[in-house]
């Protein structure tokens, strides 16, 4: 069964956002101790600078490292229980194995040599600790740096505590900037043009930064502040702010000294902000990932604080650093808007400040409205021709829509137990598509745990939803179970629509479970009342299961009417708008067509546009599933080299799901004669060499390479193709489209056939690796920037 999962630049480390100060004594000593151990955890207060220079060491070790490195930020996760799923997804891994979570990330991680970080643990330490000592326990060549405000407590664990940044002497002028005082320098000239640390101000500044005990977040919020003072002002009610504030603490330790220097530096920055400044500044906390204004203009307005004044606070917010832009995620969202963040102890901060000011359950209760909403859209729209658009909105929400998990599923909120259930169960599609599936379930668990009774509606969704992702994990007996158990809720209800999909989705359990009598059964018994209510979504899920059922029975022309039945349910088909449901049957008819002799070209067709369907879903198994078909056509046709290139290029993919082809024993004998046949027809050295190149590729150019039928990934073949590298008459086409005309218009301001038009079309999508309008318009739009 074809699983999907959302890509992404998985373990990419991020890009400096601002130049990285000093600490050269600190890197040196963290090369020493990565070396030595296979554990090494930077400790030190929040602030203190543990993840930026984590992520510089990170950076100067990764030659030591074949596989590179993985950046896994902890913060927005709370749940312990979910810390592996946050590494998988980290590490590009679909929820799609049977087992646990932590066990498919160990299986992974033990052929990988890598460098694993692991960001903000102490919320997480006991759960962190375990999970270390697991990886360098079971994986020869990974090695774990962690950042946190304490120890894991971990065997074979080296502690590094991070200082602050170093502070200069008051009687030795001539010597070399400390750093703290180079970070202030450079912090304060980006906001206050020109200014420059001399020897009129130099008291002053180190002054400050001696009172901020060389903390760099410290040191960069009061920067901030010279766009409003001079220095020596600056300064001086610094020192009478922390005098007031000292004055509480009579003793402690240099760290907790550290620690309440910070606070009291944030306490001072929230004081100097306006009261819209510090209430958007509490209420944004509630975010656990990043945002737009838009969220923050539904989720943040009440009292002193207008709905019309969010865009301009939050940019106040950015110029005082207490928001930071958050990078762009990579998505080919024409038009995306920019998102923000709040670094952990800012927003520990802000999180304080609500619960104290009164409105933290009303902002809450927005908060979750807010994702409530967006989940309920998905679900009733999941088949729209904006699917995309919406999925990726929610991958770019996945932190905050766990967060509302968490806080409608908890013990402390049971009056919102409702909303958590229709949260968990209307993103069954999301689950599904982001291949998320054993975070989906996790879910659903909670929410079976809250409403125990026999004959809930909420009951009786979680358990169909869950008895369909159990389908798609391949756990064929708990599925089947939990599918029969909702159904039969769903039927002493009276509910048409939960007993149609209900029976959907057993009937995909049945099939997975091997019991092909009883799924047709279940699929004669969902379409009754699916068709009774027009459920166009339920009747699309239902085609592509009953192709796939009749493909596995070996009915071909079958599951081939079926494909064709499920996607004439689309309407016009000349440009794929709606990629899953119709990216799984042109997968299935792929599959199908390749049996049959005589029908490479069509069967050639269909599998392209499966394969650019998945791509731009993200869906690593259905592209893995393409580029095998493109092989074993390759292969029957002689041509080795093309064989082997895609075979090379599907297995890394094949690595991160855990399986090759489902296991599948017909399936394994076809990879198998293509690999055997193309080795002896190359050599194993040439084979060798192009089946491990093929898979260092990047996933667009492998895309690129596979629809435009090329032999040998050429320079200009393997790098996706540009909108300049069009023919002229395509590049008049793909003008004409991303203006807004229709096909038929085209055709006719063009005099050419409506055909040739839909041809044209699909020859440039496959060129640019691409599957509709709104991606070829992004294109262009950067071709055309770039050449100015």
């Given at each position: 069964?074809?699983?999907?999962h959302?890509?992404?630049?998985?373990?990419?480390?991020?890009?400096?956002?601002?130049?990285?100060?000093?600490?050269?004594?600190?890197?040196r000593?963290?090369?020493?101790?990565?070396?030595?151990?296979r554990?090494?955890?930077?400790?030190?207060?929040?602030?203190?600078?543990?993840?930026?220079?984590?992520?510089?060491?990170a950076?100067?070790?990764?030659?030591?490292y074949?596989?590179?490195?993985?950046?896994?930020?902890?913060?927005?996760?709370?749940?312990?229980?979910?810390?592996?799923?946050?590494?998988?997804?980290?590490?590009g891994?679909?929820?799609?194995?049977?087992?646990?979570?932590?066990?498919?990330?160990?299986?992974?991680?033990?052929?990988?040599?890598?460098?694993?970080?692991?960001?903000t643990?102490?919320?997480?330490?006991?759960?962190?600790?375990?999970f270390?000592?697991?990886?360098?326990?079971?994986?020869?060549?990974?090695?774990?740096?962690?950042?946190?405000?304490?120890?894991?407590?971990?065997?074979?664990?080296?502690?590094?505590?991070?200082?602050?940044l170093?502070?200069?002497?008051n009687?030795?002028?001539?010597?070399?900037?400390?750093?703290?005082?180079?970070?202030?320098?450079?912090?304060?000239?980006?906001?206050?043009?020109?200014?420059?640390?001399?020897?009129?101000?130099?008291?002053?500044?180190?002054?400050?930064?001696q009172?901020?005990?060389?903390?760099?977040?410290?040191?960069?919020?009061?920067?901030?502040?010279?766009?409003?003072?001079?220095?020596?002002?600056?300064?001086?009610?610094?020192?009478?702010?922390?005098?007031?504030?000292?004055?509480?603490?009579?003793?402690?330790?240099?760290?907790?000294?550290?620690?309440?220097?910070?606070?009291?530096?944030?306490?001072?920055s929230?004081?100097?902000?306006?009261?819209?400044?510090?209430?958007?500044?509490?209420?944004?906390?509630?975010?656990?990932?990043?945002?737009?204004?838009?969220?923050?203009?539904?989720?943040?307005?009440?009292?002193?604080?207008?709905?019309?004044?969010?865009?301009?606070?939050?940019?106040?917010?950015?110029d005082k650093?207490?928001l930071?832009?958050?990078?762009?995620?990579?998505?080919?969202?024409?038009?995306?808007?920019?998102?923000?963040?709040?670094?952990?102890?800012?927003?520990?901060?802000?999180?304080e400040?609500?619960?104290?000011s009164?409105?933290?359950?009303?902002?809450?209760?927005?908060?979750?409205?807010?994702?409530?909403?967006?989940?309920?859209?998905?679900?009733?729209?999941?088949?729209?021709?904006?699917?995309?658009?919406?999925?990726?909105?929610?991958?770019?929400?996945?932190?905050?829509?766990?967060a509302?998990?968490?806080?409608?599923?908890?013990?402390?909120?049971?009056?919102?137990?409702?909303?958590?259930?229709?949260?968990?169960?209307?993103?069954y599609?999301?689950?599904?598509?982001?291949?998320?599936?054993?975070?989906?379930?996790?879910?659903?668990?909670?929410?079976?745990?809250?409403?125990?009774?026999?004959?809930?509606?909420?009951r009786?969704?979680?358990?169909?939803?869950?008895?369909?992702?159990?389908?798609?994990?391949?756990?064929?007996?708990?599925?089947?179970a939990?599918?029969?158990?909702?159904?039969?809720?769903a039927?002493?209800?009276?509910?048409l629509?939960?007993?149609?999909?209900?029976?959907?989705?057993?009937t995909?359990a049945?099939?997975?479970?091997?019991?092909?009598?009883?799924?047709?059964?279940?699929?004669?018994?969902?379409?009754?009342p699916?068709?009774?209510l027009?459920?166009?979504?339920?009747?699309?899920?239902?085609?592509?299961?009953?192709?796939?059922?009749?493909?596995?029975?070996?009915?071909?022309?079958?599951?081939?009417?079926?494909?064709?039945?499920?996607?004439?349910?689309?309407?016009?088909?000349?440009?794929?708008?709606e990629?899953?449901?119709?990216?799984?049957?042109?997968?299935?008819?792929?599959?199908?067509?390749?049996?049959?002799?005589?029908?490479?070209?069509?069967t050639?067709?269909?599998t392209?546009?499966?394969?650019?369907?998945?791509?731009?879903?993200?869906?690593?198994?259905?592209?893995?599933?393409?580029l095998?078909?493109?092989?074993?056509?390759?292969?029957?046709?002689?041509?080795?080299?093309?064989?082997?290139?895609?075979?090379?290029?599907?297995?890394?993919?094949?690595?991160?799901?855990g399986?090759?082809?489902?296991?599948?024993?017909?399936?394994?004998?076809?990879?198998?004669?293509?690999?055997?046949?193309?080795?002896?027809a190359?050599?194993g050295?040439?084979?060798?060499?192009?089946?491990?190149?093929?898979?260092?590729?990047?996933?667009?150019?492998v895309?690129?390479?596979?629809?435009?039928?090329?032999?040998?990934?050429?320079?200009?073949?393997?790098?996706q193709?540009?909108?300049?590298?069009?023919?002229?008459?395509?590049?008049?086409?793909?003008?004409?489209?991303?203006k807004?005309?229709?096909?038929?218009q085209?055709?006719?301001?063009?005099?050419?056939?409506?055909?040739?038009?839909?041809?044209?079309?699909?020859?440039?999508?496959?060129?640019?690796?691409?599957?509709?309008?709104?991606?070829?318009a992004?294109?262009?739009?950067?071709?055309?920037?770039?050449?100015?």
């Amino acid at each position: 069964m074809i699983v999907s999962h959302a890509t992404g630049q998985h373990g990419r480390l991020p890009a400096e956002t601002s130049e990285f100060v000093g600490r050269a004594a600190e890197l040196r000593r963290i090369d020493v101790l990565l070396h030595e151990r296979r554990l090494v955890t930077l400790m030190g207060p929040g602030g203190v600078g543990k993840t930026r220079l984590a992520l510089r060491a990170a950076e100067e070790a990764a030659p030591s490292y074949l596989d590179g490195s993985c950046l896994v930020e902890l913060s927005a996760v709370r749940d312990p229980e979910l810390l592996p799923h946050a590494v998988a997804g980290r590490l590009g891994l679909p929820e799609q194995s049977p087992g646990s979570q932590l066990d498919a990330v160990l299986t992974h991680l033990r052929e990988r040599h890598l460098l694993l970080i692991l960001d903000t643990c102490e919320h997480l330490i006991d759960a962190c600790a375990l999970f270390a000592e697991a990886v360098i326990t079971e994986t020869p060549l990974v090695t774990v740096l962690a950042t946190s405000r304490e120890s894991l407590d971990v065997t074979g664990e080296s502690c590094y505590a991070v200082p602050p940044l170093g502070l200069p002497d008051n009687d030795k002028p001539g010597r070399a900037p400390a750093d703290a005082i180079e970070l202030f320098a450079l912090r304060a000239s980006a906001v206050a043009g020109g200014f420059a640390v001399t020897g009129a101000n130099r008291a002053d500044a180190i002054r400050l930064c001696q009172r901020l005990e060389g903390i760099p977040l410290a040191i960069e919020l009061a920067a901030v502040r010279l766009r409003t003072l001079p220095l020596a002002e600056l300064a001086d009610r610094l020192d009478q702010q922390l005098d007031r504030r000292l004055a509480l603490m009579a003793d402690g330790n240099r760290g907790d000294v550290r620690h309440r220097t910070l606070r009291d530096a944030i306490g001072w920055s929230y004081d100097l902000c306006t009261p819209a400044e510090r209430a958007l500044w509490a209420r944004l906390s509630v975010f656990a990932g990043s945002f737009g204004v838009d969220a923050a203009e539904e989720v943040c307005p009440s009292g002193e604080l207008s709905r019309g004044e969010i865009f301009e606070t939050v940019v106040r917010l950015v110029d005082k650093s207490v928001l930071i832009r958050a990078e762009p995620d990579g998505s080919e969202d024409a038009g995306q808007l920019a998102r923000y963040r709040m670094l952990d102890t800012i927003r520990e901060f802000g999180a304080e400040q609500l619960a104290a000011s009164g409105a933290e359950t009303d902002i809450r209760d927005r908060f979750v409205d807010r994702y409530l909403a967006k989940a309920r859209y998905f679900g009733e729209h999941l088949l729209d021709d904006d699917q995309l658009e919406r999925f990726r909105e929610l991958r770019r929400e996945h932190a905050n829509i766990r967060a509302a998990l968490e806080y409608t599923l908890s013990a402390d909120h049971r009056e919102r137990d409702g909303d958590g259930a229709e949260l968990a169960t209307a993103l069954y599609g999301y689950w599904h598509m982001s291949g998320l599936l054993r975070e989906g379930r996790y879910w659903l668990a909670k929410v079976l745990e809250r409403f125990p009774g026999p004959s809930s509606p909420e009951r009786c969704r979680a358990l169909i939803v869950r008895g369909y992702l159990g389908a798609m994990q391949g756990e064929a007996r708990e599925a089947v179970a939990d599918a029969t158990e909702g159904t039969a809720i769903a039927v002493e209800l009276g509910d048409l629509q939960l007993i149609g999909r209900g029976h959907v989705y057993l009937t995909l359990a049945l099939t997975i479970d091997g019991r092909y009598e009883e799924a047709r059964a279940a699929a004669a018994a969902a379409q009754r009342p699916l068709q009774t209510l027009d459920d166009r979504i339920g009747l699309a899920i239902l085609d592509v299961h009953l192709a796939h059922l009749a493909h596995l029975a070996g009915d071909l022309d079958g599951a081939l009417g079926f494909v064709d039945q499920g996607i004439a349910r689309f309407g016009d088909t000349s440009e794929i708008k709606e990629r899953w449901a119709q990216g799984w049957a042109y997968a299935i008819a792929g599959l199908a067509l390749f049996w049959q002799p005589g029908r490479e070209a069509e069967t050639a067709q269909r599998t392209s546009k499966a394969l650019l369907a998945k791509h731009e879903l993200g869906d690593i198994v259905g592209m893995a599933y393409c580029l095998e078909i493109h092989a074993w056509l390759a292969d029957r046709a002689g041509r080795h080299v093309r064989a082997t290139w895609l075979l090379g290029a599907a297995d890394p993919l094949w690595e991160r799901t855990g399986g090759r082809l489902g296991r599948t024993a017909a399936l394994e004998h076809v990879h198998t004669r293509a690999s055997d046949a193309a080795r002896e027809a190359l050599g194993g050295k040439r084979f060798a060499t192009l089946f491990a190149e093929a898979g260092k590729h990047p996933i667009d150019q492998v895309v690129a390479f596979a629809i435009d039928d090329a032999d040998e990934p050429t320079a200009g073949r393997a790098k996706q193709q540009a909108a300049g590298q069009l023919t002229d008459r395509e590049a008049e086409i793909a003008d004409l489209a991303v203006k807004g005309m229709s096909n038929p218009q085209i055709a006719g301001h063009l005099f050419i056939s409506r055909r040739t038009v839909d041809a044209h079309l699909q020859h440039i999508y496959a060129k640019l690796g691409i599957s509709s309008r709104g991606a070829l318009a992004t294109m262009m739009r950067r071709d055309h920037a770039g050449q100015r």
